[in-house]
């Protein structure tokens, strides 16, 4: 069985904390430091280091500190990129735990019924199979996270009001993508 089953299982339960209530957190891990943007009542929060939120709707519209911002049309496309691309982050974020949840399902059944069985050659096949799933869905986050930084860089570069709010470091999804792959290898 893969070595990374029982790290999966701990950010899925990270990762869905405070999903009943209407809000979702998303986390956004890199370096030395963890960032964060949560996902809320229609609209995405980036928190920054000392400085209010700043919201951005699904319509491109921004607000820091419930102030709206004015931004041009190009900036509003940003804007709603940033927001969806948050969304799929969130999205695949869920898909991955879920596939995660069923492998750890697949693991017990796996290991019970080679146990009884008197075939435990098969348990690391199946597990594996199984796994290969959330590898496959933890791979869509590492994209997600590599255009989320993309798009907050033209963001930053063509608005000002929002360079204190370009949470994600440039080795954030390079750091994403190793990851999967050294827990590919285990």
């Known amino acids: 069985m893969r070595a990374y089953l029982l790290s999966v299982l701990v950010s899925i339960a990270a990762g869905v904390t405070g999903c009943s209530s ?5 986390y956004i891990s890199g370096g030395s430091a963890t960032n964060y943007i949560t996902i809320h009542n229609g609209s995405i929060a980036v928190h920054a280091p000392e400085r209010a939120d700043a919201d951005i709707t699904a319509a491109g519209d921004l607000s820091i500190s419930s102030t709206s911002v004015a ?3 190009a900036q509003r496309d940003l804007l709603k990129h940033y927001y969806s691309t948050a969304l799929a982050l969130r999205d695949h974020g869920i898909a991955t735990g879920n596939a995660g949840i069923a492998t750890a399902g697949k693991a017990i ?10 075939n435990t ?8 199979a199984s796994a290969t799933k959330v590898e496959a869905q933890a791979t869509l986050i590492c994209t997600d996270l590599a ?5 907050q860089e033209t ?3 063509q608005l000002p009001a ?3 709010y370009a949470v994600i470091k440039a ?4 750091d994403c993508q190793r990851d999967v792959r050294d827990h590919h290898r285990a």
């Open 171 to 174: 080795d954030d999804a390079n």
């Open 121 to 128: 050659d098969k348990i690391d096949s199946e597990v594996n």
């Open 109 to 118: 059944t796996s290991v019970a019924s080679g146990l009884i069985s008197g």
């Open 22 to 26: 209407g809000t979702t957190t998303t």
């Open 162 to 164: 929002f360079q204190p």
């Open 155 to 157: 963001l930053a570069a």
């Open 71 to 73: 931004v041009t049309g």
């Open 147 to 151: 255009a989320l930084r993309s798009t």
